[in-house]
């Protein structure tokens, strides 16, 4: 997991040709090792970073979470001697949280994602903005439009990057858009759609630290690509 992952939250989307595309679907019936992978592209970098738990504490979180969508399972099916609901499976959760020797604070905000990935939220790396107005357009040509149009001033004043820098972004941003052209053909029941999203943010922020941004540029950068589309200047 690439060190600021914080860049993935920044998807603010523009333009009326522009829609917000989720790579998860809510009503998708993720198997439980499916679910398992989810929590380690969404959750475990935001336990890290944000409640500043251990990656070895949020591994153990993870297979908490693990073992009660099975056992969810079991009791569905009334295939659990221990378990007669999952809200009793909850309430074990809850223990094997607290036994981890977590903080007040961490515990509360643990407990508060939880019921809202319960809910069917969706991470910001498994969402991206997709603009079909580049459906038929090659990289070459998408590049040669971001340059001519005026996107690259602005671009530069916003992220504070050279020219050079500017052109490279381009580069990056016209592979994106074909990399989420084909994506965007994966059913939404596919997991595999899910792993090429969070590979194509992976690979996207990647390239722009091998330009030399720093987080705060990268964040500043992404924010401008994803505000501004091509096809809304049209």
Not at 5 to 33: C, H, M, Y
Not at 90 to 116: N, P
Not at 147 to 171: H, N, S, W
Request: proline fraction near 3%; glycine fraction near 4%.
């Amino acid at each position: 997991m690439l060190r600021s992952r914080i860049v993935l939250s920044i998807l603010l989307i523009a333009g009326f040709t522009i829609s917000t595309v989720k790579a998860q679907d809510a009503n998708a019936s993720w198997t439980p090792e499916e679910q398992k992978e989810l929590f380690g592209y969404c959750e475990k970098g935001v336990l890290v970073s944000q409640l500043k738990i251990s990656p070895e504490t949020a591994d153990k979180i993870g297979q908490i979470n693990y073992w009660a969508t099975v056992t969810k399972i079991a009791v569905a099916a009334n295939n659990n001697d221990t378990f007669a609901t999952a809200k009793e499976v909850e309430e074990v959760v809850v223990k094997k949280y607290k036994a981890l020797g977590l903080s007040g604070d961490q515990l509360k905000e643990l407990l508060a994602r939880r019921e809202r990935t319960n809910n069917g939220e969706p991470c910001a790396v498994t969402v991206f903005s997709y603009d079909h107005y580049y459906d038929t357009l090659t990289a070459p040509r998408i590049i040669q439009l971001y340059k001519v149009i005026t996107y690259r001033k602005p671009l530069i004043d916003k992220a504070g990057i050279t020219g050079r820098q500017a052109d490279m972004l381009f580069e990056i941003e016209a592979w994106k858009q074909k990399e989420a052209f084909t994506i965007s053909a994966i059913p939404t029941t596919d997991f595999n759609r899910i792993r090429k999203t969070v590979a194509m943010h992976n690979e996207r922020e990647r390239r722009y630290h091998v330009v030399g941004l720093t987080d705060q540029q990268i964040a500043a950068a992404m924010e401008y690509f994803d505000q501004h589309s091509l096809g809304a200047k049209k």
